[in-house]
T-cell receptor, first 119, second 116 residues
Framework: GAGVSQSPSNKVTEKGKDVELRCDPISGHTALYWYRQSLGQGLEFLIYFQGNSAPDKSGLPSDRFSAERTGGSVSTLTIQRTQQEDSAVYLC?????????????????FGEGSRLTVL | AQKITQTQPGMFVQEKEAVTLDCTYD???????LFWYKQPSSGEMIFLIYQGSYDEQNATEGRYSLNFQKARKSANLVISASQLGDSAMYFC?????????????FGQGTRLTINP
């Protein structure tokens, strides 16, 4: 499809297990973002990749969280030793590099999210 | 650091009325961008409207307009002639950084309910 694709759409796991969430951005988009949305809450920034630059990891809540982006395209968010407070919807988004003339807004295009439930 | 504040957790409006959703922001940057997104119960995030800090006119997109008051650091979303399908969560967001950096910082959202 033409949009941002995320998998799995739903994941139920037991406390202490590791999980991997995948994001396939829109083709040609150089920027990729991960956000977390707890029930009824706003979006919490986790990590941001832009091209070949070092990622902005400033939003990762603990060292149990990590993400990588291979070949400038697909990204995987990994949560190790999951805790119940990790339960949330994890949203991935991508965007084109903002250039004032060509892409003045630089808006993010979101996937449908991966709902993680930690029992 | 940038911060977005949405003070209305919930709003209830009659169909066909106009509604204003409040958003204030805090930044020390001179160049920034402000966004509004809609999130229906299905969970998808839908981009509605954008306002650049140097744009001289308020942004408009169909029934959506952005009341941008730079001195007050507010960027309220106005929806005219509300429809039942407008019921959703609405998030205000600011682009953190300048140039190619495009990280968005989001507010806590406002849940809008349109009553028939």
């Amino acid at each position: 499809g033409a949009g941002v694709s995320q998998s799995p759409s739903n994941k139920v796991t037991e406390k202490g297990k590791d999980v991997e969430l995948r994001c396939d951005p829109i083709s040609g988009h150089t920027a990729l973002y991960w956000y977390r949305q707890s029930l009824g809450q706003g979006l919490e920034f986790l990590i941001y990749f832009q091209g070949n630059s070092a990622p902005d990891k400033s939003g990762l809540p603990s060292d149990r969280f990590s993400a990588e982006r291979t070949g400038g395209s697909v990204s995987t968010l990994t949560i190790q030793r999951t805790q119940q407070e990790d339960s949330a919807v994890y949203l991935c988004a991508s965007s084109q590099r903002r250039k004032l003339a060509e892409n003045p807004t630089g808006e993010l295009f979101f996937g449908e999210g991966s709902r993680l439930t930690v029992l | 650091a940038q911060k977005i504040t949405q003070t209305q957790p919930g709003m209830f409006v009659q169909e066909k009325e106009a509604v204003t959703l409040d958003c204030t922001y805090d930044t020390s940057d001179q160049s920034y961008g402000l966004f509004w997104y809609k999130q229906p119960s299905s969970g998808e995030m839908i981009f509605l409207i954008y306002q650049g800090s140097y744009d001289e006119q308020n942004a408009t997109e169909g029934r959506y307009s952005l009341n941008f008051q730079k001195a007050r650091k507010s960027a309220n979303l106005v929806i005219s002639a509300s429809q039942l399908g407008d019921s959703a969560m609405y998030f205000c967001a600011m682009r953190d950084g300048r140039g190619g950096a495009q990280k968005l910082v989001f507010g806590q959202g406002t849940r809008l309910t349109i009553n028939p």
